[in-house]
């Protein structure tokens, strides 16, 4: 962007009355640092935890904005719409009081694990969710808990002054870059990448709004003594008559098992992360049965706000390309970005539409699991597994097969349910290094770029006014 009759500034600009180098770099790293670090929100940690991690895992979802702020987005919305479907559960229950109230807080509260099981064969506890929470309260498991006895707003460690300091740089960024764009002033593609992120970190903390940040959890006991397994063994004879004999992550998963394809494949390469060494985007967990819920846990969202979501997604991505005539120091670089700009949105795309047919597959899972319990009366005795080839089969066949398997297949917990299909893994694995080489590419010309700017990038604006010229 820019106009004929600028000049070309090389190297670092000094700033002793207007703007500089220094200035645009500082502004730009402030806006995206505060973006990404007061506005992410991680789960409870376990009661083993030590003092650090809950910065490791706050440092986690740091990294996971880093990579891409849609990607954490995405990660939030599900959330925000468990914790919807949670509110809208308790609150229509009739078998509740009226002077029962779970607010969006609770529901987070407890979505995040704040809320830990305890029985007589589980005496450490483990987390439950909402939606478990609700059936153990219906079924009387145990009793509603005291939500005030909870301690959600004393407990909590959100510093509101933080993120409201964090919103007006964001919202005082915005404003002053779409001034530059409205008096005709070159813009760096710095700012352009600081203006994405700041788009969507603040969707993120407008999904976030309700959710505290506690680092230990509370606990409930079952009711007189009631052991998980006995309770198990009533929702096999009533509710669940496919439960499985065998669970992976809680007792009482299965209430709500379905793995949303978005995470079964994030968490195929989390885990290969921590193969190689690599834990920049989740810690995980070693407990069995899990003394937490992964911040990083995708969830199924509703088709409700899916509209609004999308349009911020693709708002986001399509923001890059604004930057398809702006002034570059080469001509390689101009190509580079509009080659990384035009990937990174048909990226946007490609994921949208995989979102959406993941979300209509958890749908439909849904609705089909409920009809088979509903259908069933010969219940199975254990659930399907993979099997290995035969003692017939040869050799160079069943090595492979292992082989496969074990690459389809490589959850901590073992989880058949977590395995991803070959046809499926090649392709997402492939676009999804391009992305990072895309996007990765974005950020080092970013700064690469200041080295040769025109002259309308040093051209201040109004810094306190903006509208006012």
């Given at each position: 962007?820019?106009?004929?009759?600028?000049?070309?500034?090389?190297?670092?600009?000094?700033?002793?009355?207007?703007?500089?180098?220094?200035?645009?770099l500082?502004?730009?790293?402030?806006?995206?640092?505060?973006?990404c670090?007061?506005?992410?929100?991680?789960?409870?940690?376990?009661?083993?935890?030590?003092k650090?991690?809950?910065?490791?895992?706050?440092?986690?979802?740091?990294?996971?904005?880093?990579?891409?702020?849609?990607?954490?987005?995405?990660?939030?919305?599900?959330?925000?719409?468990s914790?919807?479907?949670?509110?809208?559960?308790?609150?229509?229950?009739?078998?509740?009081s009226?002077?029962?109230?779970?607010?969006?807080?609770?529901?987070?509260?407890?979505?995040?694990?704040?809320?830990?099981?305890?029985?007589?064969?589980?005496?450490?506890?483990?987390?439950?969710?909402?939606?478990?929470?609700?059936?153990?309260?219906?079924?009387?498991?145990?009793?509603?808990?005291?939500?005030?006895?909870?301690?959600?707003?004393?407990?909590?460690?959100?510093?509101?002054?933080?993120?409201?300091?964090?919103?007006?740089?964001?919202?005082?960024?915005?404003?002053?870059?779409?001034?530059?764009?409205?008096?005709?002033?070159?813009?760096?593609?710095?700012?352009?990448?600081?203006?994405?992120?700041?788009?969507?970190?603040?969707?993120?903390?407008?999904?976030?709004?309700?959710?505290?940040c506690?680092?230990?959890?509370?606990?409930?006991?079952?009711?007189?003594?009631?052991?998980?397994?006995?309770?198990?063994?009533?929702?096999?004879?009533?509710?669940?008559?496919?439960?499985?004999?065998h669970?992976y992550?809680?007792?009482?998963?299965?209430?709500?098992?379905?793995?949303?394809?978005?995470?079964?494949?994030?968490?195929?390469?989390?885990?290969?992360?921590?193969?190689?060494?690599?834990?920049?985007?989740?810690?995980?967990?070693?407990?069995?049965?899990?003394?937490?819920?992964?911040?990083?846990?995708?969830?199924?969202?509703?088709?409700?706000?899916?509209?609004?979501?999308?349009?911020?997604?693709?708002?986001?991505?399509?923001?890059?390309?604004?930057?398809?005539?702006?002034?570059?120091?080469?001509?390689?670089?101009?190509?580079?970005?509009?080659?990384?700009?035009?990937?990174?949105?048909?990226?946007?795309?490609?994921?949208?539409?995989?979102?959406?047919?993941?979300?209509?597959?958890?749908?439909?899972?849904?609705?089909?699991?409920?009809?088979?319990?509903q259908?069933?009366?010969?219940?199975?005795?254990?659930?399907?597994?993979?099997?290995?080839?035969?003692?017939?089969?040869?050799?160079?066949?069943?090595?492979?097969?292992?082989?496969?398997?074990?690459?389809?297949?490589?959850?901590?917990?073992?989880?058949?349910?977590?395995?991803?299909?070959?046809?499926?893994?090649?392709?997402?694995?492939?676009?999804c290094?391009?992305?990072?080489?895309?996007?990765?590419?974005?950020?080092?010309?970013?700064?690469?770029?200041?080295?040769?700017?025109?002259?309308?990038?040093?051209?201040?604006v109004?810094?306190?006014?903006?509208?006012?010229?």
């Amino acid at each position: 962007m820019g106009n004929a009759t600028e000049t070309i500034n090389y190297g670092w600009v000094a700033s002793p009355e207007g703007r500089g180098s220094i200035d645009i770099l500082w502004s730009c790293c402030t806006t995206v640092l505060l973006c990404c670090w007061v506005s992410v929100y991680p789960n409870v940690g376990s009661p083993n935890d030590s003092k650090w991690h809950p910065l490791i895992d706050k440092f986690n979802l740091f990294c996971i904005s880093l990579l891409g702020p849609d990607f954490l987005f995405g990660i939030a919305w599900g959330q925000f719409e468990s914790a919807r479907r949670s509110v809208k559960l308790f609150r229509t229950d009739e078998r509740f009081s009226k002077d029962f109230k779970w607010t969006y807080k609770h529901a987070f509260f407890v979505d995040m694990g704040g809320i830990h099981l305890r029985s007589p064969d589980f005496p450490e506890g483990f987390p439950i969710d909402a939606q478990q929470l609700h059936y153990l309260i219906s079924h009387r498991y145990v009793d509603i808990p005291d939500m005030e006895q909870m301690a959600i707003e004393e407990r909590n460690s959100v510093d509101t002054l933080s993120r409201i300091i964090a919103v007006f740089q964001a919202f005082w960024f915005f404003i002053s870059t779409f001034e530059r764009f409205r008096l005709g002033f070159s813009v760096t593609t710095l700012e352009l990448t600081t203006v994405a992120f700041t788009l969507v970190m603040f969707a993120t903390s407008v999904t976030w709004c309700y959710k505290p940040c506690i680092s230990k959890p509370r606990y409930i006991s079952t009711k007189d003594d009631i052991t998980v397994q006995a309770i198990r063994d009533a929702m096999k004879r009533s509710t669940h008559p496919l439960l499985p004999g065998h669970w992976y992550r809680t007792p009482l998963d299965y209430i709500t098992h379905d793995r949303f394809g978005i995470d079964i494949h994030w968490k195929y390469y989390t885990r290969l992360a921590h193969i190689l060494h690599i834990p920049i985007f989740s810690r995980p967990v070693r407990a069995r049965p899990w003394d937490r819920f992964p911040s990083d846990t995708w969830l199924c969202p509703d088709y409700k706000y899916s509209p609004l979501a999308l349009i911020i997604l693709l708002g986001f991505s399509a923001l890059f390309l604004v930057a398809w005539d702006f002034y570059f120091p080469t001509y390689t670089e101009k190509i580079m970005w509009r080659i990384s700009s035009v990937y990174n949105a048909a990226f946007s795309i490609y994921g949208g539409v995989y979102y959406l047919i993941e979300m209509y597959r958890s749908k439909r899972r849904a609705i089909g699991s409920k009809r088979l319990e509903q259908l069933t009366e010969e219940i199975p005795t254990s659930r399907p597994v993979y099997h290995h080839a035969s003692d017939s089969d040869p050799e160079t066949l069943t090595s492979l097969r292992d082989s496969l398997l074990g690459l389809q297949n490589i959850s901590e917990e073992h989880d058949p349910e977590m395995a991803v299909s070959l046809p499926v893994l090649i392709p997402v694995t492939i676009t999804c290094a391009l992305y990072v080489f895309a996007r990765g590419y974005i950020y080092v010309e970013d700064f690469i770029s200041l080295r040769a700017q025109p002259s309308g990038v040093y051209a201040d604006v109004n810094k306190f006014l903006p509208f006012l010229g």
